[in-house]
């Protein structure tokens, strides 16, 4: 039996970050359990809006986050976490197409401030620091995201169109 999709994810997560200096534990672990909930596409875009559509765009969420905001704090603490983590994937894994679009600082500047908002509403100290970690060097885990994806688990250009797709490839 052969290694599970979150064991494979550390390994190379905790590889790539030793290389950028990233290593601390709760972040490689972190950044793993992402990867590995994200290779499900439902996982991808869980949030509905009022109409039960799938938010699928970082607009779509800022929006429904700020009218949740107004309504239901729960609601829009978990919106605030998935833009964080939803950030961090796609400007580590999918950093071209964002940076053809002209979306990259917007994703990595969204990122930040999502895993920074994070921190503050997180209860357990431990999962703080690891939401403050990834807020202050998002931009840093995002660029060593893509470094792994391309040394370690390259892609065919073009032939990805789904996000999560691309991980199953590997």
């Known amino acids: 039996m052969g290694p599970t999709l979150y064991q494979f994810?550390?390994?190379?997560?905790?590889?790539?970050?030793?290389?950028?200096?990233?290593?601390?534990t709760g972040t490689v672990e972190y950044v793993a359990d992402i990867l590995s909930r994200f290779a499900q596409t439902s996982a991808l875009y869980p949030i509905r809006d009022h109409n039960q559509r799938h938010l699928t765009t970082l607009a779509q969420f800022l929006t429904e986050l700020q009218l949740a905001q107004e309504q239901d704090r729960a609601r829009a603490a978990l919106i605030i976490r998935h833009l964080a983590e939803y950030s961090l994937f796609m400007s580590g894994f999918f950093r071209e197409r964002l940076r053809?679009?002209?979306?990259?600082?917007?994703?990595?500047?969204?990122?930040r401030s999502a895993f920074g908002q994070s921190a503050d509403l997180e209860s357990d100290h431990h999962q703080a620091r690891v939401f403050w970690r990834l807020q202050r060097d998002f931009p840093r885990?995002?660029?060593?995201?893509?470094?792994?994806?391309h040394r370690q688990l390259p892609l065919a250009a073009g032939a990805i169109t789904e996000p999560a797709a691309a991980l199953w490839r590997m």
């Open 141 to 149: 885990v995002a660029l060593a995201l893509d470094t792994i994806r």
């Open 100 to 111: 053809a679009r002209g979306q990259l600082a917007y994703y990595v500047d969204h990122g």
């Open 9 to 24: 994810f550390h390994r190379h997560i905790q590889h790539g970050f030793r290389q950028a200096g990233l290593a601390e």
